[in-house]
């Protein structure tokens, strides 16, 4: 089992960077793969990077080059360093984990979540 919970959202006018945070709790936070996920205000969520135990990391097309997903496993946590941000980015960002090596890009994938944090992005 693993509690995860979200911080470092905000509003920030577009251009502009915002860095997320994910705490985790539990054991073995190491070898969890983790994502970030948003879900726009009436649309599915989706996916937006992934990041395994070894550092590999997977990006959506629309955040490429934009976004950054890191960890640190010494003190639990992964980050989405956002930047050129535009109103479209405007969602609630979730932070995932699945305890297993492999990435994975669909939500269903990801049995544990946080709560969310919101993101507005004022153009």
């Known amino acids: 089992q693993v509690q995860l919970v979200e911080s470092g959202g905000g509003l920030v006018q577009a251009g502009g960077s915002l860095r997320l945070s994910c705490a985790a709790s539990?054991?073995?936070?190491?070898?969890?793969?983790m994502g970030w996920f948003r879900q726009p205000p009436g649309k599915e969520r989706e996916f937006l990077a992934a990041i395994s135990w070894s550092d590999s990391t997977n990006y959506s097309d629309s955040v490429k080059g934009r976004f950054a997903i890191s960890r640190d496993n010494s003190k639990n946590l992964v980050y989405l360093q956002m930047s050129s941000l535009k109103p479209e980015d405007t969602a609630v960002y979730y932070c995932?984990?699945?305890?297993?090596?492999?990435?994975?890009?669909?939500?269903?994938?990801?049995?544990?979540w946080g709560q969310g944090t919101q993101v507005t992005v004022a153009s």
């Open positions: 995932a984990a699945r305890n297993t090596i492999e990435i994975r890009t669909t939500p269903q994938d990801y049995p544990y």
């Open positions: 539990g054991r073995s936070f190491s070898v969890y793969a």
